[in-house]
């Protein structure tokens, strides 16, 4: 069946990095990695929505205009660390899950 064809399909490690990288837990849904992939964007999105929520601009332009760092400095760059090492976490993952199905395919055969 059409159905079984496709969920034999190997998945691509180059595609699934592609994907991630655009967005974090895209990559696993290639791969067929739903609670995996759900819990990639969940992190990004609470990750993000964190780092929105701290990041006054105003503020932000105000120091930058008096040259002194935001009193919130050490939380941002930290948000923003965790949330570059998400991605990088999910770009991996999705590659090494898209090699290693491949790898069962083949010895499945």
Do not use: C, H
């Not at 034999?8 to 609670?35: C, D, H, I, M």
């Not at 992939?37 to 205009?65: H, I, N, P, T, W």
């Amino acid at each position: 069946s059409i159905i079984l064809r496709a969920m034999e399909t190997k998945r691509s490690p180059g595609v699934a990095a592609l994907l991630s990288a655009v967005l974090p837990g895209l990559g696993q849904f290639y791969n067929r990695q739903w609670g995996k992939g759900l819990g990639f964007l969940l992190g990004v999105l609470l990750l993000l929505g964190a780092l929105l929520s701290m990041a006054d601009l105003e503020k932000l332009r105000q120091s930058a205009a008096a040259g002194a760092p935001p009193e919130n400095i050490g939380l941002l760059f930290l948000l923003i660390l965790l949330l570059f090492a998400l991605l990088i976490w999910s770009i991996v993952d999705a590659a090494r899950s898209a090699k290693r199905s491949q790898v069962e395919m083949i010895g499945s055969k």
